[in-house]
Nanobody, 120 residues
C-alpha cells in the first residue's frame, strides 16, 4: 500500500507561479513512477507530468517549458513547480503513484487532490 498526501496549490493570477508537493508513505520500494494529473470541471482527468526511477520525465505538451516535476532520491516527496500559469491550468491536481506488487501486478494510487485556480 502507498499513501499520497498533496500540499500546496491555491489561487494565483495569470503569469504567476505555484508549487504543489506530494508526500508518499508506505511501500515506497514498490513505486516505479510518480506523476501529477489534473481534472478541470467538465473535463476528463489528464496527465500533466511524470517522473520515473531513472529519473526520466514526461510532460504534457500544454505545460512543457512551464512546469517542472522533481523528486527526492527516494520516493518520499514529488513536487511540481508551475510557472507562467494560465487560466487553462485551473483544475484539481492529483498526485499519482504506479507501483508493482510482489506478484508483478501493477497498481495505481491517488492522492485526494489539491485545487489550483488561475484567475485575474
Amino acid at each position: 500500500q502507498v499513501q499520497l498526501v498533496e500540499s500546496g496549490g491555491g489561487s494565483v493570477q495569470p503569469g504567476g507561479s505555484l508549487r504543489v508537493s506530494c508526500a508518499a508513505s508506505g511501500s515506497l520500494h514498490s513505486i516505479f513512477v510518480m506523476g501529477w494529473y489534473r481534472q478541470a470541471p467538465g473535463k476528463e482527468r489528464e496527465v500533466v507530468a511524470q517522473i520515473t526511477s531513472t529519473p526520466k520525465t514526461n510532460y504534457a505538451d500544454s505545460v512543457k517549458g512551464r512546469f517542472t516535476i522533481s523528486r527526492d532520491n527516494g520516493w518520499n516527496m514529488v513536487s511540481l513547480q508551475m510557472n507562467n500559469l494560465k487560466p487553462d491550468d485551473t483544475a484539481i491536481y492529483y498526485c499519482n503513484a504506479g507501483a508493482v506488487t510482489a506478484r508483478g501486478d501493477e497498481l495505481a494510487y491517488w492522492g485526494q487532490g489539491t485545487q489550483v485556480t488561475v484567475s485575474s
